[in-house]
Structure formats: C-alpha cells, structure tokens
C-alpha cells in the first residue's frame, strides 16, 4: 500500500503528520509520501516523508477565505502556477503507484478533497475545516447574523456544500472522518462513508504532574517545568503561531493581563507556550515595555510580595503542560483555542486584526466551541469575563462537558491509521 498524503495549512499539517505515525507504526506500514498545498511542508520533512512536488509559502499563509484581497495576493505570488505543477505532481504519483494499492489522505478542505479526486485513485478524507456545529448544536439551529449567512447549508440542513457531498460520495472516495459525531452522523444520513473516530487534533496532549496520564508517557519521564502556587489563578496565553500577527496579539494579550492584575488583586500565574515561529525576543521586548521584570531567562514578574504575578514563556514542547495546569485560557488562535476547550476549560478570545484571528473568525469559533468560548470584544472586559465566570460552578460544568464532548477523546489519529490500512 501506497499512501499520498496532502493537506493545506500549518494545523492540518499537523493533523496529517499524527495519521502518519501512527501508519509508521503499524506492523505493515504502508509507503508514505506528502505534498503540502499550503507552505513548504517542515513538518514532513523533519519527520522523514518525502514531499513528491513543489512546495511554496504564500503571502496569505493559507488564510485566503478571511479576506478576499490575501486571494489577490497569492495569485500575483505564483498560486495558480503553484497548483498547475502541484496537480500534476500527484497525477504522476497516481500513475507510478498503481502497484501497489494506491491511497490518497486529504486533510483539510474542499482544496486537498478536490486534489484527490482529480488524481483518479482512491482517495479517504479528514475534514478539519467544517462542523455540523457552526450552524446548530445537540438542542437546534443557532441563529444567524444576517438573512444572508450560511443560506445555502441551511438550506441543505448540512454544513458541506452540495458539491463538497458529491466529491465525498464518489465511488473513489473510501472513507470521510469528520471532526466531531454531530457532523458525521449528518453525513452518514446522506449515504457518504463517515466514521465517527474522533478528532486528532486532542492526540499528543497527554500530561500529569502526578500520575500516568493513560496516553503512554509515565510521570517519572516529564520534566515538570513550573512550580505553581496553589493560592494563584493560572492563565494560559494564546496568542497564536504565525509571525506577525501572533505579536500583535501577544500586546494585546497583555493588555488584557494588565488589566486583571489591577482589577482582581490576586496573583496570577501566567503560562505561555511559544510557537517554533515565533522569535522568544520579540515577545521579550513587549513584556519589558508593558513593565514586567525578567527574573530568569524564561521568567518574568510584576507587582509586590503576596500580589506579585508571574509569567513564564516556556519551549513550545511544554504546551501540553500549559493547557493542563491552566484554569482558563486568554486565546486569539485556532487550533490551540480548540486544543485547551477540548480539554474541558474555558476560555476567552479577544477578536484581533487578522489575517487568521479577525472578528469574523472569532465569532465563528464562538458557534464551533459553544459555552466553552466568551467572545471578549475589547481586552479591557477580559477581567470582568473571567471574575464572573469563576463566580459560576455551574457555567464551569457546562463548560467541561461541551469541551470534551465537541472534540472527543484522545486516541483518534491511531483509529484513523487503523481504518486506512483496513480499506486495502
């Protein structure tokens, strides 16, 4: 068996990469290569996997559906060249891999599902980018801003188009993996392959300071960064991956920390885990001149004696501690919002300029999350936000429900893996 792997964007990337190690891990491993739509593909090649064509950062970064002028860019930054060549790098693999078993894993949108079919081999799918959730949940539709949004699926009653149905209801198309049960249950109901299997997204996030976590990492394994006071609120920060928007946020972010600390008068403990992106100094420099003091190379502290907060700008590698050890989450990101909600916490985003995080995103990720998301529309509400929703145990329990019950339980990049190398 033969696996082409293509995907478009940094987080689908990464959705890609767990599916595939967890093939490599299998005891017939298939032959796997990648072809990343979007950015040069880091990710596979650090992990071994070979890319079978061309590959090309764009000016937008792949956040083309936010703003229509990142589309004009793109194409005067060579898309359209880009997709001619990409699209017959994957014809030219469909042929050579005709023996044996040729498959092709989609991961993303309509882009990699529309590449895999025109390939003219089998094709499975992991729709990372839509939910049945965006427009209803478990008790009915949400409402809508304007007559005019998302018309046409509800008009369908479905939240993939009718022509993203028809590439996944093809003969080649073997299997669908929706992100959550809501979606594939509806898609099942329109006679397209869908599994249920969960969403890779909440794989590889497995930590306890204490005990084994069930995900396969043992406590006497970790390296247990932070010391944390058990008196402080612990806040992670999430201001997102991609340079330069996440400095932005990262400013406005604090502005929103500087606002707790004078409005709640309690210490905080303060949790950042920095994306490989990102340089470490320039995050450095907005907390010198937001006034906080460097007490070691990754800590930094503001206020007096009992009131006196801490911040910790930990290796990305510790992100998985910071989501756990958190009580609640000060986010303007995708991916990682969705990561920490998963986990059964809440957290607030504040809307930003984009191009990823902007206010249309941020509402849309208010329909995606549910009760486990507050839409803070300026930084200086964040306090107010978060000193009612503590005040609120009820909220809470709502809150840790939805969160696991919207993304499910880890494990689902290996049930994925499983069902693949079942399909040959």
Same mark, same amino acid.
């Given at each position: 068996?033969?696996?082409? /792997? ?23 491993? @298939?032959?796997?290569? &990648? ?14 996997? %070979? ?28 898309? +359209? ?11 030219? *693999? ?7 078993? @040729? ?10 599902? +529309? ?6 081999? %089998?094709? &499975? ?11 209803? #949940? ?16 509800? *008009?369908?009653? /479905? ?5 993203? =149905? *028809?590439?996944?209801?093809? %003969?080649? /198309?073997?299997?669908?993996?929706? =992100? ?19 969403? %890779? ?26 010391? !944390? ?68 190379? #990754?800590?930094?502290? !503001? ?11 930990? @290796? ?47 509402? &849309? ?9 507050? $839409? ?30 919207? $993304? ?10 499983? /069902? ?5």
């Amino acid at each position: 068996m033969r696996v082409l /792997c293509l995907s478009n964007g940094h987080g689908e990337d990464a959705i890609a990469l767990r599916i595939l190690r967890e093939l490599q891990q299998h005891p017939t491993p @298939p032959e796997l290569a &990648a072809l990343p739509i979007v950015g040069e593909g880091h990710a596979y090649i650090d992990n071994g996997i %070979p890319l079978i064509g061309s590959v090309k950062t764009m000016p937008s970064g792949g956040f083309i559906y936010q703003d229509g002028r990142q589309l004009a860019r793109d194409i005067r930054g060579g898309l +359209l060249q880009l997709t001619l060549t990409q699209l017959r790098a994957i014809k030219a *693999w469909a042929k050579e891999a005709a023996t044996p078993t @040729p498959l092709i894993l989609a991961v993303g949108d309509i882009v990699p599902l +529309l590449f895999a079919r025109l390939s003219g081999v %089998p094709y &499975a799918f992991v729709g990372t980018a839509k939910s049945e959730y965006y427009l209803r #949940d478990e008790a009915g539709w949400l409402p809508r801003k304007s007559w005019f949004d998302d018309r046409l699926e509800r *008009w369908t009653e /479905c939240i993939y188009l009718p022509w993203e =149905r *028809w590439l996944m209801s093809h %003969p080649n /198309c073997k299997a669908v993996f929706p =992100r959550d049960s809501i979606t594939a249950a509806n898609l099942k109901r329109r006679h397209i392959p869908a599994f249920d299997l969960g969403n %890779p997204m909440m794989d590889g996030l497995g930590w306890s300071d204490q005990t084994d976590d069930g995900l396969g990492t043992e406590a006497k394994n970790r390296d247990l960064a932070f010391s !944390v006071k058990p008196a402080a609120l612990t806040i992670a920060l999430l201001p997102g991956s991609r340079p330069p928007e996440a400095y932005a946020n990262w400013e406005t972010i604090l502005q929103a920390v500087n606002g707790m600390i004078a409005q709640m008068r309690q210490p905080l403990t303060l949790l950042a885990a920095i994306a490989p992106q990102l340089e470490p100094e320039m995050l450095h420099q907005t907390l010198i001149a937001f006034r906080w003091q460097q007490t070691t190379a #990754d800590t930094y502290t !503001v206020g007096l004696g009992e009131q006196r907060s801490t911040l910790i700008l930990a @290796p990305h590698h510790r992100f998985a501690e910071c989501l756990h050890r958190a009580d609640v989450a000060i986010s303007m990101s995708g991916t990682a919002t969705e990561q920490f909600v998963g986990l059964g916490k809440p957290a607030m985003i504040i809307p930003g300029k984009g191009p990823q995080f902007t206010p249309a995103f941020a509402e &849309a990720q208010t329909r995606l999350l549910g009760p486990s998301v507050t $839409l803070v529309k300026t930084h200086d509400r964040v306090a107010a936000a978060i000193q009612s929703l503590l005040q609120n145990p009820d909220a809470l329990q709502i809150i840790a429900e939805n969160g696991r019950r919207r $993304l499910g339980p880890p494990g689902a990049a290996k049930r994925i893996a499983n /069902c693949l190398v079942e399909l040959r």
